[in-house]
Every structure is written in structure tokens, then in C-alpha cells.
């Protein structure tokens, strides 16, 4: 039995077997993918960036125009963008400071999302000048969407 079993170890890792192994597992579905990117994926992309440009080039609008159209869906757009990371910072950070560490200076700007302050991060002995963004809440109702 150690006989049989030392020979069927030696012939499992004979390079002939191993590449065999590799390459109808790995190497074929390799294949594939790359067949499959070649022939639909990239051709479809080319095929749609192609219309794209056909599109900008029969577009007679002025860039003002076209600016004035998309800036409502650009203004929704980034506001869902700023939720969602709002989101992500409430209940997915790991490094919360607590609030009595912190003291506001100023008002440095404001944004869609956010207030930035120039403000005073005391840790232990060391105090320290940063910049503190704090976020603000936006309710989304029927008018505003």
C-alpha cells in the first residue's frame, strides 16, 4: 500500500499532470473569458462609443444649453452621492472621536453636505489645529427629489 501510495503522489506532481490540471481548469476558463471580451465586450463598447460621438456631432445645442439641461440631474445626483456617504460614515466608521476633544474655531467654507471649521483637536497632553467637516442631514421629500 506505501508503494502504491508513494507512486500515485510522484505521478500527481509530474510537471505533464500539473500543467494539465492547470490548464483545464484555469486555462480554459481563461480562454473563454478572453474569447468572450474580444468578440462581444469590446466590439459592443466600441459599437456604443461610436453612436456616443455620433450623438455629440449632430447635437447643435450650445455647451450653455446643454449645461442648463443636465445641472438639476447633476445637482440630484451628487446630493444622493453625498447621502450615501453620509450613510457610510454614521454607521460604518471605526474611529469616532469624542466630541468634547474637539472645539470649533471658525467657518472655513460650506457645502452641499457639509460646514468645514477650522478647529482645535485636543488628544491627550497635544493639542493640535485641524480642519473639522462637520456633516449635515438633508430630508428628501416629494418637492426636492
Not at 42 to 53: E, G, L, M, S, T
Not at 72 to 85: A, V
Amino acid at each position: 500500500m506505501t508503494i502504491w501510495t508513494e507512486q500515485v503522489i510522484e505521478d500527481f506532481f509530474k510537471e505533464f499532470v500539473i500543467d494539465k490540471f492547470i490548464s483545464e481548469t484555469y486555462m480554459s476558463l481563461f480562454e473563454r473569458k478572453i474569447k468572450d471580451l474580444c468578440e462581444e465586450t469590446i466590439p459592443a463598447q466600441i459599437k456604443a462609443d461610436i453612436h456616443q460621438v455620433e450623438q455629440i456631432q449632430r447635437d447643435r445645442r450650445s455647451s450653455k444649453t446643454i449645461i442648463r439641461e443636465f445641472k438639476p440631474i447633476q445637482i440630484t445626483l451628487q446630493d444622493i452621492i453625498g447621502q450615501l456617504k453620509l450613510y457610510g460614515l454614521k454607521f460604518a466608521t471605526k474611529d469616532l472621536i469624542d466630541v468634547a476633544q474637539i472645539r470649533r474655531i471658525r467657518d472655513i467654507g460650506k457645502g452641499s453636505f457639509s460646514t468645514v471649521y477650522s478647529a482645535l483637536y485636543f488628544r491627550k497632553t497635544k493639542k493640535n489645529k485641524n480642519k473639522l467637516r462637520l456633516l449635515e442631514t438633508i430630508k428628501y421629500t416629494s418637492n426636492n427629489m
